[in-house]
Protein backbone atom coordinates (compact mmCIF):
# COMPACT_ATOMS: atom_id res chain seq x y z
CA UNK A 1 0.00 0.00 0.00
CA UNK A 2 1.14 3.38 -0.83
CA UNK A 3 1.58 5.66 2.46
CA UNK A 4 2.39 9.25 1.12
CA UNK A 5 1.61 10.51 -2.44
CA UNK A 6 3.90 13.30 -3.72
CA UNK A 7 2.78 16.24 -5.50
CA UNK A 8 4.45 15.98 -8.62
CA UNK A 9 7.00 18.88 -9.26
CA UNK A 10 5.99 18.31 -12.82
CA UNK A 11 2.68 19.11 -12.26
CA UNK A 12 1.18 22.14 -14.09
CA UNK A 13 -0.50 25.20 -12.85
CA UNK A 14 -3.75 25.60 -14.36
CA UNK A 15 -4.80 29.20 -15.84
CA UNK A 16 -8.49 30.41 -15.15
CA UNK A 17 -9.55 33.37 -17.07
CA UNK A 18 -9.42 35.62 -13.16
CA UNK A 19 -6.15 33.79 -12.24
CA UNK A 20 -2.42 34.56 -13.13
CA UNK A 21 0.01 31.54 -13.71
CA UNK A 22 2.70 31.16 -10.61
CA UNK A 23 6.12 31.81 -11.24
CA UNK A 24 8.29 29.02 -10.99
CA UNK A 25 10.45 27.90 -8.92
CA UNK A 26 8.25 27.85 -5.42
CA UNK A 27 4.23 26.87 -5.70
CA UNK A 28 3.58 28.64 -2.77
CA UNK A 29 0.09 27.68 -0.77
CA UNK A 30 -0.83 31.04 -0.96
CA UNK A 31 -0.95 31.13 -4.58
CA UNK A 32 -3.37 28.27 -5.22
CA UNK A 33 -6.98 27.42 -4.60
CA UNK A 34 -6.34 24.84 -1.64
CA UNK A 35 -10.89 23.65 -2.42
CA UNK A 36 -9.62 22.51 -5.89
CA UNK A 37 -6.28 21.17 -4.89
CA UNK A 38 -7.76 19.07 -2.34
CA UNK A 39 -11.19 18.48 -3.95
CA UNK A 40 -9.82 17.80 -7.57
CA UNK A 41 -5.97 17.28 -6.93
CA UNK A 42 -4.94 20.24 -9.58
CA UNK A 43 -2.93 22.71 -8.93
CA UNK A 44 -4.98 25.91 -9.76
CA UNK A 45 -4.06 29.27 -9.39
CA UNK A 46 -6.59 31.01 -6.86
CA UNK A 47 -7.80 34.83 -7.30
CA UNK A 48 -6.52 37.06 -5.42
CA UNK A 49 -9.62 39.09 -4.94
CA UNK A 50 -11.36 36.11 -3.88
CA UNK A 51 -9.84 35.43 -0.09
CA UNK A 52 -10.55 33.63 3.13
CA UNK A 53 -7.84 33.71 5.95
CA UNK A 54 -7.68 31.09 8.58
CA UNK A 55 -5.66 31.39 11.59
CA UNK A 56 -2.77 33.74 10.23
CA UNK A 57 -2.42 33.27 6.86
CA UNK A 58 -4.67 34.38 3.80
CA UNK A 59 -5.55 32.10 0.70
CA UNK A 60 -6.84 32.85 -2.73
CA UNK A 61 -9.58 30.95 -4.66
CA UNK A 62 -10.52 30.25 -8.14
CA UNK A 63 -14.46 31.60 -6.95
CA UNK A 64 -16.77 32.70 -4.41
CA UNK A 65 -18.25 28.79 -4.37
CA UNK A 66 -14.60 27.50 -3.35
CA UNK A 67 -14.28 30.13 -1.01
CA UNK A 68 -17.50 29.35 0.76
CA UNK A 69 -16.36 25.96 0.93
CA UNK A 70 -13.68 26.48 2.88
CA UNK A 71 -15.04 28.53 4.78
CA UNK A 72 -17.43 26.28 6.22
CA UNK A 73 -14.79 23.44 6.64
CA UNK A 74 -11.19 25.22 6.78
CA UNK A 75 -9.82 22.34 8.22
CA UNK A 76 -10.31 20.04 5.60
CA UNK A 77 -8.19 22.04 3.11
CA UNK A 78 -5.57 23.54 5.50
CA UNK A 79 -2.48 21.65 4.64
CA UNK A 80 -0.74 20.42 7.74
CA UNK A 81 0.77 22.31 10.31
CA UNK A 82 -1.17 25.89 9.08
CA UNK A 83 1.77 25.14 5.83
CA UNK A 84 4.83 25.17 7.87
CA UNK A 85 7.52 22.31 7.52
CA UNK A 86 7.31 20.09 10.59
CA UNK A 87 10.96 18.58 9.50
CA UNK A 88 12.32 22.41 9.91
CA UNK A 89 10.36 22.53 13.31
CA UNK A 90 11.55 19.39 14.66
CA UNK A 91 15.13 21.06 14.11
CA UNK A 92 14.48 24.12 16.28
CA UNK A 93 12.87 26.08 12.99
CA UNK A 94 9.65 26.63 13.91
CA UNK A 95 7.86 29.22 11.38
CA UNK A 96 9.56 27.98 8.30
CA UNK A 97 7.02 27.74 5.11
CA UNK A 98 6.72 24.62 3.05
CA UNK A 99 5.59 24.97 -0.95
CA UNK A 100 3.96 22.34 -3.31
CA UNK A 101 7.50 21.53 -4.75
CA UNK A 102 8.02 19.19 -1.54
CA UNK A 103 4.59 18.47 -0.37
CA UNK A 104 3.00 14.65 0.35
CA UNK A 105 -0.31 13.55 0.75
CA UNK A 106 -0.54 11.21 3.87
CA UNK A 107 -3.42 10.12 5.63
CA UNK A 108 -5.52 12.44 3.20
CA UNK A 109 -4.04 15.42 4.69
CA UNK A 110 -0.84 17.62 2.67
CA UNK A 111 2.23 17.97 4.28
CA UNK A 112 4.31 20.50 2.69
CA UNK A 113 7.89 20.97 3.75
CA UNK A 114 10.86 23.77 2.67
CA UNK A 115 13.54 21.30 1.19
CA UNK A 116 13.37 18.05 -0.45
CA UNK A 117 15.99 16.56 2.09
CA UNK A 118 12.63 16.95 4.60
CA UNK A 119 9.82 15.84 2.48
CA UNK A 120 12.55 12.68 2.79
CA UNK A 121 12.58 12.60 6.25
CA UNK A 122 9.12 12.75 6.46
CA UNK A 123 8.36 10.16 4.39
CA UNK A 124 10.44 7.87 5.47
CA UNK A 125 9.25 8.18 9.24
CA UNK A 126 5.94 10.34 9.12
CA UNK A 127 4.80 9.21 12.89
CA UNK A 128 7.88 10.68 13.96
CA UNK A 129 6.49 14.48 12.98
CA UNK A 130 3.09 14.24 13.46
CA UNK A 131 2.84 15.03 17.13
CA UNK A 132 4.49 18.17 16.29
CA UNK A 133 1.44 19.52 14.29
CA UNK A 134 0.09 22.23 16.05
CA UNK A 135 -3.37 23.01 15.67
CA UNK A 136 -4.25 26.16 13.20
Not at 6 to 34: F, G, I, Y
Not at 60 to 74: E, L, Q, V, W, Y
Amino acid sequence: PIVAQVVPPETKVEATADAALMTPPRRLLRDVCLVTLRDELKLVAGNPEIQEVFGDRTYCFISTDAAGRFRNDPKRYVPAANGLDLVAARGGETEVDGDLDHAVWYREQLFVFSTQENLELFRREPQAFLTLTPAP
